[in-house]
């Protein structure tokens, strides 16, 4: 397979101030992995890292969303940054930064082709501003990148949807609320919650996404890991906590059948917050399990 490049993106904007006057710590998840040998057991060709534009807790006048216009600048970056890469025929492993650096990751497969989202999230982040409780894009970033949202952040360069919405999964919430699951149950992406996930199986589900890419003739998926898909006594570490998850044997199961398919074009880990894990346990923990998975399923 491909060599990998490190992309890191490190990126608060999409997510609300933890405590006034306190930005979220997780723009500080590259250099915390990187503590941790991340970037060592990986050993990618090259690392490569955009800075994003200054943090503001005041919202959009016209957008409701937070950092609006700095998102819309940020994507672009992130877009041209990774289309190099892509187009070099390397494996983008995106380190964020919040669940918003999808914006940019999807702009940018939107310009090289056509493409699915296995969107891996203890939440299923597809509503909209009137439904957000925070203004965060970070919890609207699935849908935003299926055109759901305020043009000004659905069609940058004139790209709207950057991914199909019936090209979408979302798989892992486990927010279990009728209100919140009625939004992309009644869309056309396809949406398998936790529970959900566990009574069809692992291999199922990820045979019949992938079923789905082949049939669709797409050029490729990316993978979305939001950390706090997994169970919440093994990563804590996250803005918006909620009790259950998967366990590693089953995170693992996910990551390893779907890097092993040539069709894998990219991932990126997101919400990881270093401030919330001083000791380095839950890091330490993720980074050994989701190196070993990668490296075994990159081997193949």
């Excluded at 090289?112 to 597809?126: I, R, V």
């Excluded at 996404?209 to 996250?238: N, S, T, Y």
Aim: with cysteine.
């Amino acid at each position: 397979m491909a060599n990998v490049t490190i992309i890191e993106f490190p990126s608060n904007l999409g997510l609300k101030e933890p405590s006034p006057g306190h930005e979220p710590g997780v723009k500080k998840l590259p250099a915390w992995l990187r503590k941790y040998n991340f970037h060592e057991l990986i050993a990618p060709v090259s690392t490569i890292t955009v800075s994003p534009p200054n943090y503001s807790p005041d919202p959009d006048s016209e957008t409701t969303v937070l950092n609006a216009d700095a998102l819309v600048a940020y994507a672009k970056e992130q877009a041209e940054v990774l289309g190099k890469v892509l187009a070099e025929d390397t494996f983008p492993l995106v380190l964020g930064g919040d669940c918003s650096i999808q914006i940019g990751s999807a702009l940018a497969l939107k310009q090289k082709g056509n493409y699915a989202l296995f969107y891996l999230d203890g939440h299923t982040d597809f509503v909209e501003p009137d439904f957000s409780q925070t203004g965060g894009a970070g919890g609207m970033a699935a849908a935003m990148v299926a055109g759901r949202g305020p043009e000004k952040l659905t069609n940058i360069n004139g790209q709207l949807p950057y991914i199909q919405e019936a090209h979408v999964w979302c798989v892992g919430n486990r927010e279990y609320d009728d209100d919140y699951e009625n939004i992309i149950r009644n869309s056309q992406a396809t949406y398998v919650p936790l529970s959900a996930l566990r009574e069809t199986g692992i291999a199922n589900c990820v045979s019949s996404f992938l079923a789905m890419v082949e049939a669709r003739q797409l050029d490729g998926f990316w993978i979305h890991v939001d950390v706090d898909v997994l169970d919440d006594a093994v990563m804590p570490a996250v803005d918006s906590r909620t009790p259950g998850g998967l366990s590693y044997s089953e995170f693992n199961e996910l990551l390893y059948l779907l890097l092993s398919s040539p069709k894998a074009t990219g991932l990126e880990i997101t919400i990881l917050d270093p401030e919330l894990d001083t000791t380095g346990q839950y890091t330490e923990q993720f980074v050994h399990d989701f190196t070993q998975t990668f490296l075994k399923a990159r081997k193949n």
